[in-house]
């Protein structure tokens, strides 16, 4: 039997945590909760958790700043929750590690359908590594290797730069790489998504991103792996 999936819920408003975990229980969730980002890093030292759910404004340490703290150590996918979200905001924390967005009040529902979302494409593999004369990525344990060096990427921009790499010589259209990471359109009305991963991947994996040489603009029409 599989194993129940772990999240973390991060916000001091308690009316929000217990009807957000009531619910995620009841979904087949194992939830643990936390009222800062101070006490949830101190949990996500002793826990593993599938997907972290994460306010914005907190006290002792708020939402960015846990964000912030919480990518130099791990990986787990995180989404915002939070009233604080306009497009300007949903770009800043997408450049920061965020893996999606969801603005209160929380449709539990929806939720729900965001949290499998991100696990689902955080998890998923496939046995094909996809090579290049200077880069080299292997799905089995998502290593990034550009001239021998191993770059660390978060789910996301991994997912795209693979989906790119499938189809190297080829423009992708934004919306064809929103429906291969995302695997749901209707979630993701915001094409702008997609540049923000995109530029934070060049800004890891492109010696210069102004002039990239691996990921290339195609004006009006997508992106273009250059194999």
Do not use: W
Request: net charge negative; proline share 3%.
């Amino acid at each position: 039997m599989q194993q129940p999936k772990q999240i973390l819920i991060i916000d001091d408003d308690q009316q929000i945590r217990e009807i957000s975990a009531e619910y995620l229980r009841n979904n087949e969730f194992t939830v643990h909760t936390a009222t800062n980002g101070v006490l949830a890093l101190q949990l996500c030292i002793t826990h593993e958790f599938d997907c972290i759910l994460l306010d914005l404004m907190m006290p002792q340490m708020d939402g960015e700043t846990f964000m912030t703290t919480f990518r130099a150590m791990k990986n787990t996918p995180i989404i915002i929750n939070s009233a604080r979200i306009d497009d300007d905001d949903k770009v800043h924390f997408l450049e920061l590690g965020a893996d999606d967005y969801i603005v209160k009040p929380t449709n539990l529902r929806e939720l729900v359908a965001r949290i499998n979302a991100v696990i689902r494409r955080t998890t998923q593999t496939n046995d094909v590594t996809f090579t290049s004369d200077k880069l080299r990525i292997n799905p089995s344990n998502r290593s990034v290797i550009i001239n021998e060096k191993t770059i660390a990427l978060t789910h996301t921009e991994y997912l795209v730069l693979a989906s790119l790499m499938a189809q190297a010589g080829q423009t992708v259209s934004r919306y064809d790489l929103v429906h291969m990471v995302f695997q749901d359109t209707s979630m993701f009305s915001n094409y702008r998504t997609i540049d923000v991963h995109i530029y934070n991947l060049r800004k890891k994996i492109e010696r210069d991103v102004d002039n990239p040489e691996f990921i290339i603009t195609v004006y009006g029409a997508g992106y273009r792996y250059n194999a």
